[in-house]
């Protein structure tokens, strides 16, 4: 039994002996002479260490050695450079120096304490322990891996695959590479740089300046991370310890945890930082975003150009600056004590949402033209708001309320700041806000907007005191209130702020008619169609001086007497006695004075009620009521306006017919193809509260036929016309008129001079309305009407020699059709049949001058008087209000004007003219135009 296991044994040892000449002859060069120790000046070279062998260096040179199957050397001193570790072969370095050492699978290489070695690599399978000593420009490949527990590791390189453990110790200048790894739980680790997927894993320890490029991640529980650079696509994690003086260039910073506290990050360049139940404190963001969730609390953020921070769930934001062209939005959560300076800067509290509503308490800063949104639903009651230099406060409803919707500050202080009770436009279906302010105080602006036709608007209510002055710009509509009711805009609960309204001339548009604001006399500000002063009352105190008078002592009254001089400047000589009072034996002398004593009668006369009508505000409600009470509004100016044109449209295009028919009289030449170009100013002013001024030029093209008869000749043509008015209306806004018009006309002539002229006429007329409300509001609409017209005109021309007089008469009427339209305020407009009938009577004058060329010229002047007679052009504004567009009464016109004639079939021909009266003063109208003869 013993021969059998020795035998066993003596075969193991054969192939094992045989598998080692194998493996050494075919892939390793002979092996020199195994050297167990190696002694200081020993040098050693392709030393092979395997099957148990073991190998101690104290010193020497030993270079190209190979460890491999359980072979073992131990470094205390001296150089150890380019070995091999294979499978479990083992190389521990206490010492000494030891370079370029390759660790393959299963090899180890354990650096202990006074240890150093440099230039590893660490292959597929191979592992480096650092344990108190040192490791130098490592290099971990796939599978490789390196553990530091103590001691130190410097330059190391991890590649895909690659691993680097650290538990204590100290690591610096490290890449990580793509699917290079670093995970550590203590010890600290500087200036590393993760590459295109790598990982660097941190769950205890310190961590400094690190860089992590394009889809490279740090990942940190534990531990703390300081100075992190996030390149574009890079990401840190942060689930836990601590993170500070991050820089986020384009990449993630992801933090959660309650135990997570981040400090000092910046954000840039698109670079994203993103919280879930974190402490963050003093974070900057530049052109980046931050987001905070949870239960997150955030302090000192600073938010400049492009910034963005976004609050959500119970996170709370507080100490945050908002720099020009940065924003914080808050969906829920509390944002407390923030300023907000600088364009484009603003602050938004979005509406509430699933039962979450945004919260501002404290210092709430905006200035400099700095913007805060305050929807519905944000909780803003604990809010201590200042509104300065252009900033303003906007309330937003967005539709989520229709009916009345309440916001609540507890102070608001303004200077030369603004607050927008509305942000929708006219006309749309929207809530009416009410702000609720503890107090109110300083200087500023409110924008409101109301619907005084339904009873609503949105109302300033100040529980306490409002001190300051403060302007109101209210917005309406065109829809007529369907009373004269008045509607509160401001109440407050004492302390003398004045309001004013901030619209042009201190009215706001509503309907047909313009509102003022009204103090009620106890602390309330109400949109009223009352223009009357609001001091009115107060003179009446004034006939308290009645009781003056009833000291009948004379002598006590010597100041009283005063007021005799005020009605009877007679009694002023007298007075000398008077201040003689001593002296009244001397009324002897003055039998005049009797009735000084009949001063009984003088508390008696009215002089002292007198006083009460010296204020004179007594006359105003003697005025009729309209004048009193209201004044049209800018919209319904701008449709009396353009009601009212038509007619004068329809006479400037008739006017250059009339003048081609004079010329025919004057020359009696035939020259049938004739064109005239016009331009003429009309400034209007009408009772019904039009007022504006046109300006019109247009050309008329005609043609006609001058036939001769026994005792007479005449004339028949047709014309064809188009002209453009611009309508400047003088209380805001423009309108726009485009006719186009035909016609025709006959005229007679005989020889004794009497003449009979006919003109007729159709129009067609574009007119588009470009109104603006006194808030700047747009009040636009467009609409088209018919009109036609006919002039009759008799007289007789009178000539002597070259000289020529012309009376005459004429009737001019015109009918244009009634149309209904709306303007864009809502404003409805019906405007009935437009009319003029004219009656005039004139006298013409010319002189025909021969030229030694053959030419001719034949100045002429006319001078004439015109009756408008139609008074009643209605217009309806809101179905309600009824309008009479009147210009009828007298109107003096004088014209002026020359016929040349240039060639024997060509003649020209220039007029100016000036009229004014019943309303419409023209002071210019010029034609210049041609007539062929072929």
Known sequence: MCLLYVLIFKIRDF?????????????????????????????????????????????????????????????????VTNTRIDNSGVQWVRGGTVTGTTINNGGRQDVMK?????????????????????A??????????????????????????????????????????NGGTQNMDGGSVTDTIINNGGTQNVEGGSVTDTIIYNRGTQYVTGGSVTGTIINDGGDLYAHGGSVSNTVINGGLLDAAGLSTVIKNTVVNNDG????????????TINNGSQNIRGNTLVSGTVINNGGRLAVFDNSVATDTTVTHGGAVYVYSGTVNNVDVSGQDAGLYLEPARNNMKPVITGDITISDKGRIVLSYGADSSGADMTVSNDASLQLNNAGACTTNCLYTLNSLALSGGSVALYNTPPGASTGWNTLNLSSLSGNGDFYMHTEVASGKGDLLNITGNATGSFRLFVQDSGVSPTSDDSLLLVKTGGGGAVFTLGNKGGLVELGTWEYRLKENNSGSWLLSPDLRPAPQPDPLPQPDPVPQPDPVPQPDPVPQPDPVPQPDPVPQPDPAPQPDPAPQPDPVPQPDPAPQPDPAPQPDPAPQPDPAPQPDPAPQPELPAENIKRRISASTAAVLNMAAVQPLVFDAELESVRERLQARKMAGRDDPLWMTQYNTRNNVSTSAGAEFKQTLGGLIMGIDRLSQYEKSSGTLGAFFSYSHSNIGFSRGGEGYVDSYSFGAYAGLQHESG???????????????????????????????????????ESGIRLSNNNWSATPYMAFTGFTGSARKYALSNGMQADVDTTRMLRAEAGLGMDYRLILSNGGELQPWLKISARQELADNNQVTINNRDRFNNDLSGMRGVFQTGVHAKITDNLTGHLSAGYGDGAGVQSPWRATVGMSWSF
């Open 15 to 79: 192939f094992v002996n045989l598998k080692k000449l194998f493996t050494f002859g075919v892939l390793y060069y002979p092996a020199a002479v195994f050297a167990a120790d190696v002694r200081p000046g020993d040098e050693i070279n392709g030393q092979l260490i395997y099957d148990g062998d073991r190998q101690n260096v104290y010193g020497g040179t030993v270079s190209n050695t190979t460890i491999f199957f359980g072979g073992f050397q131990e470094v205390y001193d001296g150089s």
């Open 114 to 134: 006074s240890g150093t070695v440099t230039d590893t690599i660490i292959n597929d399978g191979g592992s480096q322990s650092v344990n108190g000593g040192s």
């Open 136 to 177: 130098t420009g490592t290099i971990i490949n796939n599978g490789g891996t390196q553990n530091l527990s103590s001691g130190s590791v410097t330059d190391t390189i991890i590649n895909n695959g690659g691993t680097q453990n650290l538990s204590s110790g100290s690591v610096t200048d490290t890449i990580i590479n």
């Open 272 to 283: 994203h930082f993103e919280v879930l139940n974190g402490n963050i404190t003093d974070t």
């Open 754 to 792: 009497f003449y009979l002229d006919s003109i007729a006429k159709a129009n067609l007329f574009d007119n588009n309305v470009k109104g603006r409300m006194n808030n700047g509001g747009a009040a636009d609409g467009d609409y088209r009407t018919w009109g036609i017209g006919a002039h009759l």
